[in-house]
């Protein structure tokens, strides 16, 4: 029994991790795609909600499938971890940020891996 937690925290630690590194090649490729295009900063807003949607669903997908059960709440867990991190990231550099913007940002962090564990489970 404790083999089997310590593999599901090893699992979604793993799952953050891989979020993290998938949204860091997305932010240098959409940097690269607004310093070399004619994209407007208005877009930005965007960019960074879909960056992280799609990080995600691609990490609570992976952590689904490794655990092989409750895709549901481990991939919400990892949305959860994700976005506690940005958030102590946030306090660290912005300070400022409006709190719905926070709340919204929980939101899609936790339902998008909510559902990307609950596609990764079916893909079993």
């Known amino acids: 029994m404790l083999s089997k937690n310590k593999s599901r925290i090893s699992y979604l630690l793993k799952g953050v991790i891989m979020a993290f590194v998938i949204t860091i090649i997305l932010l240098v490729f959409f940097s690269l795609l607004l310093r070399f295009t004619s994209l ?3 877009r930005l807003h965007l960019l ?3 960056t992280m949607i799609f990080s995600l669903a691609i990490s609570s997908l992976y952590a689904a499938i490794k655990i092989k059960e409750k895709g549901w709440l481990h991939g919400g867990i990892v949305g959860l971890l994700y976005y506690l ?3 102590l990231i ?3 550099f912005i300070r400022d940020t409006e709190i719905s913007i926070l709340l919204s940002k929980l939101l899609i ?3 998008t891996g909510i559902i990307g564990g609950m596609i ?3 893909l079993i």
């Open 40 to 42: 407007s900063e208005s």
């Open 48 to 50: 960074n909600n879909l």
């Open 85 to 87: 991190v940005i958030f």
């Open 90 to 92: 946030n306090l660290i």
């Open 109 to 111: 962090s936790v339902v």
């Open 120 to 122: 990764g489970i079916n």
